[in-house]
């Protein structure tokens, strides 16, 4: 299903890359055995990211958390990923037991940035564009990614690329989250 709906993808034509989410935390995609679920079993996890990677012709990113509740298998998971083909891997800094209740590790991020030969993306509690900054200088990641500081802050990515934050007036911020929705609309619909 992997392969079949990445080259559906990829022949859409307007795609630079493939990514496999293996992070998400909620009950409803455990339950089903997706999301972090899939960190569960590592071997099934790196067939079928090699499957992915060698039949789709797009790079393929992983994301993963540090683990379930123990940050032990991220460091063995992200060895298997690079070895089946993933071409990044993008780590969240907490488990999936964790959620967002604890702040994320960026220290366990950096220790697998040392071991791996792949860009490493960074990702959790990058709420500012001086956050990210210094989380990409302190562990080596190659990136970082943001989701609720981009909900938080739509402009979190103008104040990265200036390197300077932006304050807006409340006309201003309420102009933003219209354009935003507008967006999301146009992408996902209602």
Same mark, same amino acid.
């Given at each position: 299903?992997?392969?079949?709906?990445?080259?559906?993808?990829?022949?859409?034509? =307007?795609?630079?890359?493939? =990514?496999?989410?293996?992070?998400?935390?909620?009950?409803?995609?455990?339950?089903?055995?997706?999301?972090?679920?899939?960190?569960?079993?590592?071997?099934?996890?790196?067939?079928?990211?090699?499957?992915?990677?060698?039949?789709?012709?797009?790079?393929?990113?992983?994301?993963?958390?540090? *683990?379930?509740?123990?940050?032990?298998?991220?460091?063995?998971?992200?060895?298997?990923?690079?070895?089946?083909?993933?071409?990044?891997?993008?780590?969240?800094? +907490?488990?999936?037991?964790?959620?967002?209740?604890?702040?994320?590790?960026?220290?366990?991020?950096?220790?697998?940035?040392?071991?791996?030969?792949?860009?490493?993306?960074?990702? *959790?509690?990058?709420?500012?564009?001086?956050?990210?900054?210094?989380?990409?200088?302190?562990?080596?990641?190659?990136?970082?990614?943001?989701?609720?500081?981009?909900?938080?802050?739509?402009?979190?990515?103008? %104040?990265?690329? %200036?390197?300077?934050?932006? %304050?807006?007036?409340?006309?201003? +911020?309420?102009?933003?989250?219209?354009?935003?929705?507008?967006?999301?609309? %146009?992408?996902? *619909?209602?």
């Amino acid at each position: 299903e992997g392969v079949r709906a990445g080259i559906m993808i990829a022949e859409s034509g =307007d795609v630079d890359f493939l =990514d496999l989410n293996c992070g998400c935390p909620i009950h409803e995609t455990w339950k089903r055995g997706l999301g972090a679920a899939l960190l569960k079993k590592p071997a099934k996890l790196e067939r079928l990211v090699e499957g992915i990677a060698n039949g789709v012709p797009l790079p393929l990113t992983v994301k993963i958390r540090l *683990g379930i509740d123990s940050v032990t298998p991220a460091r063995r998971i992200a060895e298997s990923l690079e070895n089946a083909g993933a071409a990044a891997i993008i780590i969240h800094g +907490r488990t999936k037991e964790q959620r967002y209740t604890k702040s994320s590790d960026w220290d366990a991020i950096r220790e697998i940035v040392s071991e791996r030969n792949i860009p490493i993306i960074g990702n *959790g509690d990058i709420l500012t564009y001086y956050e990210a900054r210094d989380r990409i200088e302190a562990s080596g990641v190659a990136a970082c990614m943001t989701g609720r500081g981009a909900l938080i802050k739509p402009w979190i990515f103008q %104040e990265f690329r %200036e390197n300077k934050a932006w %304050e807006p007036t409340t006309e201003e +911020r309420v102009g933003v989250y219209h354009r935003l929705r507008e967006l999301m609309r %146009e992408c996902w *619909g209602d």
